[in-house]
């Protein structure tokens, strides 16, 4: 993976103070990585086309959707050019996401980072789970690459940003759980906690 990096001065906020302070951005610039069942392998799925009448098995959605009520709906975006600062995870579900017409689009990827009790570096999500999680690293992030149809299917708790692309707008499917956004959204915001913003470099 090729990382480039530099550094602007710009300003921010200082949310304790309500001031306005200078801050050292870090600009990482990622290399997308197309995305297969084999690069995406740590992070979910890569779910392809198959034959009529094939049997369920390994290269279907492993879903888990046991922990509250399923939603399936087409999500309409706009304006998410290829740049994030912030990734969010969910850890009740196994989300899926696709493009409709099979356009190019890509999303930031870092593993699931859950865990169980307390430790260095840990934080608690102080929502409805309570889980505990450690943050991700800016060094664990990835970009990548979606082309055609398929679509990605995210592990419970693999954090995520995007779906990112470069026309207007696009229309995605997208299914987790009908709270998922509401109580199960947590977020990790790298201009504040790491000085960083990505970008993807295409």
């Known amino acids: 993976m090729e990382?480039?990096?530099?550094?602007?001065?710009?300003?921010?906020?200082?949310?304790?103070g309500g001031k306005k302070i200078e801050m050292e951005v870090k600009s990482?610039?990622?290399k997308a990585i197309e995305a297969?069942?084999?690069t995406f392998g740590e992070y979910g799925q890569v779910v392809e086309a198959s034959p009529d009448g094939d049997e369920f098995g390994p290269r279907d959605a492993q879903l888990d959707l046991s922990r509250?009520?399923?939603?399936?709906?087409?999500?309409?975006?706009?304006?998410r050019s290829l740049k994030f600062t912030n990734i969010t995870h969910h850890t009740s579900v196994t989300q899926c996401l696709g493009a409709i017409g099979g356009h190019v689009w890509y999303l930031g990827i870092a593993k699931a980072s859950?865990?169980?009790?307390?430790g260095d570096n840990v934080v608690k999500y102080s929502c409805a789970s309570g889980h505990y999680y450690v943050?991700?690293?800016?060094?664990?992030?990835?970009?990548?690459?979606?082309?055609?149809?398929?679509?990605?299917k995210l592990n419970r708790g693999t954090w995520h940003a995007g779906p990112l692309f470069r026309a207007e707008s696009m229309d995605f499917y997208n299914l987790e759980l009908s709270n998922t956004n509401v109580v199960d959204h947590t977020s990790h915001d790298f201009v504040k906690e790491n000085g960083v913003e990505f970008l993807i470099d295409e």
């Not at 990096?5 to 200082?14: A, L, M, P, W």
């Not at 859950?114 to 307390?118: H, L």
């Not at 943050?135 to 990605?152: A, M, N, Q, Y």
Request: some cysteine; glycine content about 6%.
């Open 3 to 16: 990382v480039v990096i530099t550094y602007e001065v710009r300003e921010g906020i200082d949310f304790c």
């Open 28 to 30: 990482v610039k990622l």
């Open 36 to 38: 297969t069942p084999e």
């Open 68 to 79: 509250g009520v399923p939603r399936f709906y087409i999500m309409h975006l706009e304006d």
């Open 114 to 118: 859950i865990v169980d009790e307390k």
């Open 135 to 152: 943050p991700p690293s800016v060094e664990d992030v990835r970009v990548f690459k979606i082309t055609g149809s398929k679509f990605l």
